[in-house]
């Protein structure tokens, strides 16, 4: 799986827009680019993927660059709760990996400030 | 709900006591892990289970055991624990592993060994 590059935090003021980025340049073809958060001590919760299209569900949005080496996950309005750690990666489509196993990098701590 | 649970949540045990931590989905999942996360070690894989009866080694087996008799449970198994296994322990599940299916996580079993 390509590797990912995040910047290690960010603040970011109640009710604005979290844009956090990810840098991908490595990506090849068949790689998806998901984004999962942890909350403090708690388990990794999934928050969107896409692999060349713009994408948007009801947490987030996920814009990737039409080279896709950068994506940016964008959270519309933060609030206090969307305080954690966003995990970018990069996994390639299908069951090559025999134990699906996510690895994760550092993250970027994303601090949402009243 | 759509939800992966543990039990416990926290643990603080001795070395040499035999424990197990439940793992149970409600979403009819065939793929079910467990991974521990350790401070600058990221995430990291110590069992697997593609379905009933099918388990398989992740990245870091030594010490642990699993069992998969239903689909809904997977516990995981400390026939010895040592101090060394202290950890934060997630169950993840997803309906299978493919890479673009979603894995839901636990909320995470917090084990202390003395």
């Known amino acids: 799986d390509a590797k990912t590059t995040q910047p290690t935090s960010m603040d970011c003021a109640e009710g604005r827009a979290a844009n956090l980025p990810c840098n991908h340049s490595t990506i090849s073809g068949n790689e998806y680019v998901y984004w999962y958060r942890q909350i403090h001590s708690q388990g990794p919760q999934y928050i969107i993927h896409g692999l060349k299209n713009n994408e948007t569900n009801e947490m987030a949005s996920l814009i990737i660059t039409e080279d896709r080496k950068s994506s940016t996950l964008i959270l519309p309005h933060a609030t206090l709760r969307d305080t954690a750690v966003y995990y970018c990666?990069?996994?390639?489509?299908?069951?090559?990996?025999?134990?699906?196993?996510?690895?994760f990098g550092g993250g970027t701590r994303l601090m949402v400030k009243p | 709900e759509a939800q992966v649970t543990q039990n416990p949540r926290y643990l603080i045990t001795v070395t040499g006591k035999k424990l197990t931590v439940t793992c149970s989905q409600n979403?009819?999942?065939?793929?079910m892990s467990w991974y521990r996360q350790d401070p600058g070690l990221g995430l990291r894989q110590i069992y697997y289970s593609m379905n009933v009866e099918v388990t398989d080694k992740g990245d870091v087996p030594e010490g642990y055991k699993v069992s998969r008799k239903e689909k809904r449970n997977f516990p995981l198994i400390l026939e010895s624990p040592s101090p060394n296994q202290t950890s934060l322990y997630f169950c993840?599940?997803?309906?299978?592993?493919?890479?673009?299916?979603?894995?839901?996580f636990g909320p995470g079993t917090r084990l202390t060994v003395l």
């Open positions: 993840a599940s997803s309906l299978s592993r493919v890479s673009t299916d979603t894995q839901y």
């Open positions: 979403m009819n999942h065939e793929y």
């Open positions: 990666i990069v996994r390639v489509a299908g069951n090559n990996n025999a134990g699906n196993m996510l690895t």
